[in-house]
C-alpha cells in the first residue's frame, strides 16, 4: 500500500518535489486518490542514486480492492505501480528487482499467472514472501514493492552459464552500472531445477552457492554485497543459519535482515535476497552506543554498508529491557539507533529513500506510525510495512532503511 505525501514543497511537471540540499525526488502522481485520503507517511516512490524505490502497494489507490481475487488484486497493483513508475520516468519493463508479500500460499500460481504477462521476457529479479498477518489493508491478499531502472538507464539480464531457464517468472540477476539485484534464492539446483533436500545448514550452503555462482556470472563475488534479506521458516534455525552464513563473507559482512516468513514451497527452509555493488569505496560502519562511545561489530552482518553516495543499514530492533512489549517505545529505540547509524557513516535521515517495516502484530500498524511520521516529518520515503515477525524474544518490529545522499 502506498501514499502520495499531501503537502510538497514544489511540485513539478513531471510530478516531483525535491529539496534543493538533495537528489531524491519525490513521486506525487500515480498514487491514487485513496492513498492520498489515507495520508499515510511514506511516498508512492522516491528516485534517487540511479533508481527508483516503489512502496509497497496493495491495489492501485484509486479503485475498491477486489475482495478475494488474488489475480484481480495482483492485476490492479501492478497497473498501479506502472502509472508511479511513469510519473518517475520508468516503467515496469525497467523493473529490477520486485517483492511479492502474499497472504496465502496457496495464491503463488495464481499471482504467477498474472504477473507473467506484465514481464513476458527479460522479468526483474523477485523475492516472494508469505506474510503471518494480515496486509495493511486487511483484504489485502498481495503487496508488491519494487527497486526500478529509469529509462535510459543500463539492465541487463544475469544468468549463470549451463543453468536452466527459471522455472517462474523472474530472472536471477539483474545488473545496472556496477549494482546487481539477486533474486530470494532457495535451495534449487540451478542446473536442473530440482530442488535441493536437506537441513537449514544445507539449504543454506546450497542458496549461498547459487548465489556465488551469479555473483561470478556479473563479475563479482561475496566481498561486493552489501545487503542481504534472509527469510527462514523457523525462528529456531537462526543460529545454525549463521553458522553456514559467516563462512561466505569476509570480516566486513554485508547489512542484512533476517525475519521468520511463511516460504512459497513446502520443502525451503530458507530465502536469501542480495544485494551486491562492485565499488572499491566499499565502507562498514557499526552502529555508535547511545553516549556516543563504540559500538560492538557482530560477526553475521554490518551494521551499515556504505558504497558511492548509498548507504545500505541492517535492519535494526529497538527490544531492551525497557521497551520489554510496548511497540511505540521499541519503534523510538529503533529510529534513535538508524539515526546514530546514519551520522557515523556521514548521512541523515533526510537521505533516507527507502524503508521496510517488518511486524510482529499489524494491529500495532498505527502505534507504530505515531512514531515514525513525527521523526521524518515530512518528505518521507517510500515504504513497504508487513506483518512478518522478526527474530528474537519480545522483538515487536524491525527497520530497514537505504539512504542516498
Known amino acids: 500500500m502506498r501514499a502520495i505525501i499531501a503537502t510538497l514543497l514544489a511540485l513539478s511537471s513531471a510530478g516531483f518535489a525535491s529539496a534543493q540540499s538533495s537528489p531524491r525526488q519525490l513521486v506525487t502522481t500515480g498514487g491514487g486518490a485513496l492513498r492520498t485520503a489515507a495520508n499515510l507517511p511514506f511516498s508512492a516512490a522516491v528516485k534517487a542514486g540511479g533508481f527508483v524505490y516503489v512502496a509497497g502497494a496493495v491495489g492501485d489507490g484509486e479503485a475498491p480492492l477486489p475482495k478475494g481475487d488474488v489475480r484481480a488484486q495482483t492485476r490492479q497493483t501492478l497497473d498501479g505501480i506502472q502509472k508511479t513508475l511513469k510519473a518517475a520516468g520508468s516503467s515496469l519493463a525497467n523493473a529490477a528487482s520486485v517483492t511479492v508479500y502474499l497472504r496465502n500460499a496457496a495464491d503463488t500460481a495464481a499471482m504467477n499467472e498474472v504477473y507473467a504477462t506484465y514481464f513476458p521476457t527479460n522479468p ?3 523475492t516472494t514472501v508469505v506474510v503471518t498477518q494480515p496486509l495493511a489493508n486487511a483484504d489485502g491478499l498481495v503487496e508488491i514493492s519494487m527497486i526500478a531502472i529509469p529509462d535510459g538507464g543500463e539492465r541487463t539480464v544475469i544468468h549463470p552459464d549451463g543453468w536452466a531457464k527459471v522455472p517462474s517468472p523472474y530472472s536471477y540477476g539483474i545488473k545496472s552500472g556496477n549494482t546487481l539485484f539477486l533474486a530470494g534464492l532457495v535451495s534449487r539446483s540451478g542446473l536442473s531445477n530440482a530442488n535441493v533436500p536437506g537441513d537449514i545448514t544445507a539449504q ?23 545487503t542481504a534479506r534472509v527469510f527462514i521458516a ?24 533476517t ?60 527490544n531492551t529491557p525497557a521497551t520489554r512489549g510496548d511497540m511505540k517505545a521499541q519503534a523510538t529505540e529503533i529510529l534513535a539507533r538508524v539515526e546514530r547509524t546514519l551520522k ?18 499489524m494491529t500495532k500498524f498505527g502505534e507504530m506510525n505515531e512514531v515514525y511520521r513525527p521523526w521524518f516529518g515530512g518528505n518521507f520515503p517510500a515504504r513497504a510495512t508487513v506483518g512478518i515477525g522478526p527474530v528474537g524474544d519480545d522483538v515487536l518490529l524491525e527497520m530497514m532503511f537505504t539512504a542516498v545522499k
Not at 219 to 224: F, H, I, R, T
Open 124 to 126: 526483474p529479479a523477485r
Open 234 to 257: 523457523d525462528a529456531a534455525m537462526f543460529q545454525p543459519m549463521n553458522a553456514a552464513y559467516r563462512p561466505y563473507f569476509s570480516d566486513t559482512p554485508p547489512a542484512r535482515l
Open 204 to 226: 543454506t550452503k546450497t542458496v549461498l552457492d547459487n548465489g556465488a555462482a551469479i555473483l561470478k556470472q556479473a563479475g563479482m563475488s561475496y566481498g561486493d554485497v552489501t
Open 259 to 318: 525475519v521468520k516468513a511463511g516460504l512459497p514451497g513446502a520443502d525451503f527452509a530458507i530465502e536469501v535476497s542480495m544485494i551486491a555493488v562492485k565499488d572499491a569505496t566499499r565502507t562498514a560502519f557499526t552502529t555508535p552506543n547511545a553516549d556516543g562511545t563504540a559500538g560492538r561489530a557482530n560477526g553475521n552482518l554490518s551494521s551499515a554498508i556504505g558504497v558511492g553516495n548509498t548507504l545500505y543499514l541492517s535492519g535494526i530492533i529497538g
Open 344 to 361: 557515523a557513516a556521514g548521512f541523515a535521515k533526510s537521505d533516507i529513500v527507502d524503508a521496510t517495516v517488518f511486524m510482529a502484530d
